[in-house]
Nanobody, 121 residues
Framework: QVHLVESGGGWVQPGGSLRLSCAASGSVQRLNAVGWYRQTPGQERERVAYITSDARLVYADSVKGRFTISRDSTRKTVYLQMNSLIPEDTAVYYC???????????????WGQGTQVTVSA
């Protein structure tokens, strides 16, 4: 089995920064397209950032200019650098994507536990 595991959340004051990590575990050879998503209670999960297999970057309008997604292929990890955080960024953040396994299969990962980000004074 392959999984993506989120970490790096926490509490931060408005204007602060956090870096989230999405690390592959299991028989993963390569991360292909991976997205960061967030969800607040009672709301649908929304995609905030996405990196394609050829490194094109896509952002939701609400985070453009503040969030940066990146991939470290050696570490099989995707990061989300979040700057200029605002209270509206408070949510549980998840990552999900397509990974290439050591058996040369391409699989879509399941939703993980997520990591909580809280922005408040």
């Amino acid at each position: 089995q392959v999984h993506l595991v989120e970490s790096g959340g926490g509490w931060v004051q408005p204007g602060g920064s956090l870096r989230l990590s999405c690390a592959a575990s299991g028989s993963v050879q390569r991360l292909n397209a991976v997205g960061w998503y967030r969800q607040t209670p009672g709301q649908e999960r929304e995609r905030v950032a996405y990196i394609t297999s050829d490194a094109r970057l896509v952002y939701a309008d609400s985070v453009k200019g503040r969030f940066t997604i990146s991939r470290d292929s050696t570490r099989k990890t995707v990061y989300l650098q979040m700057n200029s955080l605002i209270p509206e960024d408070t949510a549980v953040y998840y990552c999900k994507g397509l990974v290439a396994t050591t058996s040369t299969n391409i699989v879509t990962t399941d939703w993980g536990q997520g990591t909580q980000v809280t922005v408040s004074a």
